[in-house]
């Protein structure tokens, strides 16, 4: 489906600053989001399978290498900890679960890990299944594919022209062929970015109508949490209208596109997530993000069932059956014990279901770097002015 609006027609939207107007349009991508979506949900839930040391220079990222913030290290998962996490995001109600590592790259054995992370999901969970690793070829993806993974996430960040000011170390060519060879692989796309890095609301609509090119099956959008510490590390959080504003723009831009809610969104919307949802949100990603925590699993339930969606387990986003995880590949059902605890208030019996969902506060370990190379753009890191 093409874009509802035109680049001009974005552009001056993107102006809009009254109330008013933005409530008007939110109705309007409101309307858009059910026409394309009905009542249908799409929740997800992370874990950070491998984290900091990072040897990119992303402006955001506290886990690069050149970041004076601190670190937040561990090594590669294990499967086993991979499905731990996994069962505990579908105690939670998320429908779909992403293992995310650093960098742009895995190791052979790394990679190897996160193949058997997604076996275990598959085979022990009903959990759709997602990976974020980095760039790769056709032949990774394919294996991952293999693995039982359904969807890869690989962001452009931003807009082409604006690109250069967020990375140095990694080619926005580069994250396009990853897009292709995942594409080729026969695997669902999951193409985002993150607003308010400095871009220009020109530039907001550039990235839009960039992703509507790509026609990634999902899009995540994150708001800059400005992390002391790196290069946009004193930038201020944004207006959460002005938040609300944009999500509801790309919307009419991607009209088609499963769109979700990540990180910064807590800092970013506070009291206005909900309404951010109503802009044209198909789901967010419940619990914590890979070094910042979020809202409570139940808060993010209820956000959604107070606007009239189903947050129960269905068929997907209301056009592709839901994967029977255990034998087969988009079609069929499983036996879903967790959905049917979450709709019975009162069990007539105590369950033993333990969520533990995933803890940055308490699972990662933060230190401070010995030594920082200077950046390879030659910009500064900086913290908040008090």
């Known amino acids: 489906m093409p874009p509802l609006i035109t680049p001009d027609e974005a552009r001056q939207l993107g102006e809009m600053e009254d109330h008013a107007g933005i409530e008007a349009l939110v109705e309007r991508a409101w309307r858009a989001r059910l026409e394309q979506f009905g009542d249908s949900t799409d929740l997800c839930s992370l874990v950070n399978a491998k984290s900091g040391g990072c040897a990119e ?90 693995a039982g993974i359904q969807r890869v996430h690989h962001n452009v960040e931003t807009s082409s022209s604006y690109y250069d000011e967020v990375t140095t170390t990694v080619r926005y060519e580069g994250r396009l062929r990853t897009i292709d ?6 695997l669902e796309t999951c193409v985002g970015g993150i607003l308010n890095l400095g871009e220009t609301r020109a530039q907001r609509v550039e990235m839009a109508f960039e992703l509507a090119e790509i026609n990634p099956t999902s899009v995540p959008i994150n708001m800059l949490n400005p992390r002391p510490g790196t290069k946009f590390g004193d930038r201020e959080y944004m207006d959460p209208w002005e938040a609300v504003k944009w999500i509801a723009i790309f919307r009419l831009i991607l009209p088609e596109a499963l769109f979700r809610l990540c990180g910064g969104r807590v800092e970013n919307l506070g009291e206005l997530q909900q309404l951010a949802v109503k802009a044209g949100i198909n789901g967010v990603m419940m619990g914590n993000f890979l070094t910042t925590l979020g809202n409570e699993p139940q808060e993010d339930r209820e956000m959604f069932e107070q606007l009239g969606l189903n947050i129960g387990r269905q068929p997907d986003n209301a056009s592709n059956p839901r994967p029977d995880n255990r034998s087969g590949w988009f079609s069929g059902e499983t036996p879903d014990v967790v ?32 030594s920082v190379s200077a950046r390879p753009d030659g910009a500064s890191n900086k913290v908040p002015v008090a």
């Open 339 to 370: 959905e049917e605890l979450l709709q019975d208030p009162a069990p007539a019996e105590p369950v033993g279901l333990n969520v533990r969902l995933w803890d940055p506060s308490t699972q990662l370990r933060f230190r401070p770097k010995r």
């Open 181 to 186: 060879a995942v594409r080729e692989a026969g």
């Open 57 to 146: 220079d992303c402006g955001f990222c506290a886990q690069s290498r050149f970041a004076e913030a601190e670190t937040p290290m561990h090594a590669m998962m294990e499967p086993e900890q991979i499905l731990e996490h996994a069962r505990a995001a579908e105690a939670a109600g998320a429908h779909r679960f992403c293992m995310v590592t650093q960098g742009q790259g895995l190791s052979k054995r790394d990679f190897d890990r996160i193949l058997e992370g997604a076996r275990l999901v598959a085979e022990h969970t009903n959990l759709k299944r997602c990976a974020s690793v980095g760039h790769m070829s056709v032949g990774r993806a394919k294996a991952l594919r293999e």
